[in-house]
């Protein structure tokens, strides 16, 4: 851990945690939105009353931190920032890019406290921001209180310290009249055999990734839209589609076609870990594996995943029909080395 911090446990019924959560919230918003930066939120707070809050919307934006100092400044006056403490997920920047350092901002504002959510796992800038920060007088704190904020960032420590995007797996299975648990829908059913709200759960995660991964076998079974239609999704937002055909066999052109005009990249591929190397020098964070039975084993196999999500159509029970949505049973695991695990 880094010299330049306090770090301490926050209860769970702490104020600190409260606005910890309110940052959280807003660096949520724009998952899938900010690479090849990390999505960040921030809350400043005075006398227990948020000021502003904000989060970093995209690539070439304005930071978290800056966002929320100016709204705070807007809706308050510059000068009811002073003395104020500002909570963010990630440790500010004190490096010259697309924007200016946070630290400057922070330390111009007058904020006298800085609660930071996690370090930032760059290795040739961890704690620069925290340092400067605190040689300047400010006091600052690294919020250890859970893994939320690692965990918010761990698509961008990955991809930071290994040059590869995380890799989230997600399968859905129904289960067979003898019991058993497959991923081929029933011959003539529909090819989506999951619930509306489990539907809604992958439409998510298709919105935080930069690239989704499926197989050429499922794209010539079921002919699928890949695009995010159950939820709304990130405006402008074009991401990569990637293809894999072990024998090269390229996917019909009128899927193709639809693929394109839905704002894809397709990029058909025959090597898995030379693709996700390619995926990371593009700036991809975050890639969605969406696939049948053959690629999900290839995933598995070479332990390629960081994360799965999984879907188990439950049969219809009489409660169903009261709520008037059935309910999957669902569940979200991570491998044993994920990133934000190590600290």
Request: hydrophobic share 40%; net charge negative.
């Amino acid at each position: 851990m880094s010299p330049h911090f306090e770090s301490r446990n926050v209860p769970a019924h702490d104020e600190d945690a409260l606005f910890m959560h309110v940052a959280l919230s807003e660096a949520e918003r724009f998952i899938g939105a900010t690479a090849p930066n990390p999505p960040v939120g921030a809350c400043l707070v005075k006398d227990g009353r948020i000021l502003g809050q904000g989060a970093h919307m995209r690539a070439g934006g304005p930071h978290a931190e800056i966002v929320a100092i100016e709204r705070a400044a807007s809706a308050h006056g510059s000068g009811a920032l002073k003395d104020a403490a500002l909570y963010v997920t990630l440790e500010p920047c004190n490096h010259h890019g697309k924007t200016s350092p946070c630290a400057d901002a922070i330390l111009e504002a007058g904020i006298s406290r800085v609660v930071i959510g996690a370090l930032d796992p760059n290795p040739n800038v961890v704690g620069d921001g925290a340092g400067k920060l605190r040689a300047a007088g400010r006091r600052v704190e690294l919020d250890a209180a859970d893994g939320d904020c690692r965990r918010l960032i761990a698509p961008f420590a990955k991809w930071s310290t290994t040059g590869l995007p995380w890799v989230t797996h997600k399968l859905a299975y129904r289960v067979t009249p003898e019991g058993r648990l497959t991923m081929i829908p029933e011959s003539g059913g529909d090819t989506t055999f999951t619930s509306d709200r489990s539907l809604r759960e992958a439409h998510l995660e298709r919105r935080k990734s930069d690239a989704i991964l499926t197989g050429l076998g499922t794209v010539l079974a079921d002919h699928p839209k890949f695009n995010v239609r159950h939820v709304p999704d990130h405006k402008n937002r074009r991401r990569y589609l990637i293809v894999m055909s072990e024998s090269g066999a390229e996917p019909p052109r009128e899927w193709l076609e639809q693929e394109w005009d839905l704002g894809f990249e397709v990029l058909v591929v025959s090597d898995l870990r030379a693709t996700l190397k390619h995926l990371g020098e593009l700036g991809v964070h975050r890639v969605l594996v969406e696939a049948g039975p053959t690629l999900s084993a290839a995933i598995k196999a070479e332990r390629l995943w960081d994360e799965r999500v999984v879907f188990v159509q439950r049969r219809p029970r009489p409660e169903d029909l009261l709520s008037g949505e059935a309910l999957d049973y669902a569940y979200r695991e991570f491998a044993a080395d994920a990133a934000w695990k190590k600290n």
